[in-house]
């Protein structure tokens, strides 16, 4: 679903992020740890993907709120609990996602270097936004990035009529020589949580196969389907493959809940969460350059592919993010008077000014 710019106000994305960091400083958190949470929530809505953006930040939302109650950590002392050469597994010290996140790839990356593929965990950790982030912390290594994370507890398996596992989202980052990096970044759910909130806040419905109301009945109303907390896995029903979503959201409960000993499907109060990151360095394999160009002809040819009618062109992952964010860096980010309002609420209960319009 594509965010309609109409009657949104555009923000600098330099100026937003100042203020995010300045405001995540006045809960507590250091500045480096500030200013890599920032980032991480401007870089998602500056891609376009405003579910996992500044929509957060506001008195009432995650971050904020679990800072000022102090239910996350705003100063966590992030330790190696076991470690090889090609691995890690991570303790967050139940501290903010973004941080752990950022930590563990750049981790990850430099087992890579060494040992040709990199894997790094993470256990005790909170929700750590747009994992694409993440995996796209590769690329400048010339890497594939791999990051996934379980979430809470929203999505019923195929057959199902209560939720038993998370969104549990998968992203692949992949390096191009001239072409723009192939960058995957997938819920397994036929759509992501967030997604049921902007849709509230445009006043619009969703489509059906993307949520069941309270008595496991399709629903396209925004706000029967985020109270009802009832996800269907990718492809929406078994004619249409959701046991494919399904078995990929378990994978990652295994990888991300499992094997780090952080099982949010099991846990009642469904946190904290778990994480795996992945650095592969295709030297390993073979020659960057040949590589390289090699993913330049995939991507050209499935580009090159023919339009259906009513289209104009074929895109491959990842190029509708990249366009999105070299014109969102030009005009500004656009945003809901009700984000902005959040925003100027953050700013008043912690003394930051709001200087963004």
């Known amino acids: 679903m594509a965010t309609d710019t109409t009657g949104m106000t ?108 990199g894997i790094v965990t993470v256990r005790n950790s909170r929700h750590y936004g747009m994992s694409a982030y993440y995996s796209m912390l590769a690329l400048p290594h010339d890497m594939i990035g791999i990051a996934m994370t379980n979430a809470s507890r929203q999505v019923v398996p195929t057959f199902g009529r209560e939720a038993r596992f998370g969104t549990n989202p998968i992203s692949f980052a992949i390096p191009a020589k001239d072409e723009q990096p192939f960058v995957l970044d997938m819920a397994t759910t ?27 009945e399709a629903t396209t109303d925004p706000k029967i389907a985020q109270s009802a907390r009832r996800l ?32 949010t499907a099991l846990n009642a109060n469904q946190e904290p969460r778990g994480h795996l990151f992945g650095a592969i360095d295709p030297a390993a394999f073979r020659p960057v350059a040949e590589f390289k160009a090699d993913m330049d002809r995939l991507i050209r040819e499935l580009k090159s592919t023919p339009p259906i009618a009513g289209e104009s062109r074929v895109y491959v992952a990842g190029e ?16 809901h008077s009700s984000v902005l309002k959040g925003l100027r609420d953050v700013g008043t209960e912690l003394g930051v000014p709001y200087d963004l319009e």
Request: net charge positive.
């Open 320 to 335: 509708i993010e990249f366009e999105t964010a070299e014109e969102r860096s030009e005009r500004g980010i656009p945003l």
């Open 10 to 117: 555009r923000i600098n994305h330099e100026k937003l992020i100042r203020f995010v960091t300045r405001s995540f400083e006045k809960l507590g958190v250091p500045t480096s740890d500030a200013e890599i949470a920032a980032n991480v929530l401007v870089a998602s809505d500056l891609r376009g993907v405003d579910t996992h953006g500044v929509i957060r930040f506001n008195p009432n939302a995650w971050y904020v709120k679990w800072l000022r109650d102090g239910v996350m950590t705003a100063k966590p002392n992030i330790r190696v609990i076991t470690e090889t050469a090609s691995t890690a597994l991570l303790d967050a010290d139940n501290g903010m996602g973004f941080v752990a996140g950022h930590r563990a790839m750049e981790l990850a990356v430099k087992k890579a270097k060494q040992t040709g593929v």
């Open 232 to 263: 269907l896995p990718l492809g929406g029903t078994r004619e249409s493959g959701s046991h494919k979503g399904y078995g990929l959201g378990i994978l990652v409960e295994i990888l991300c809940g499992v094997l780090t000993g952080t099982v």
């Open 190 to 216: 036929t759509a992501a949580a967030g997604k049921l909130e902007l849709a509230i806040r445009l006043g619009k419905p969703v489509p059906t196969g993307w949520a069941l109301n309270e008595k496991a």
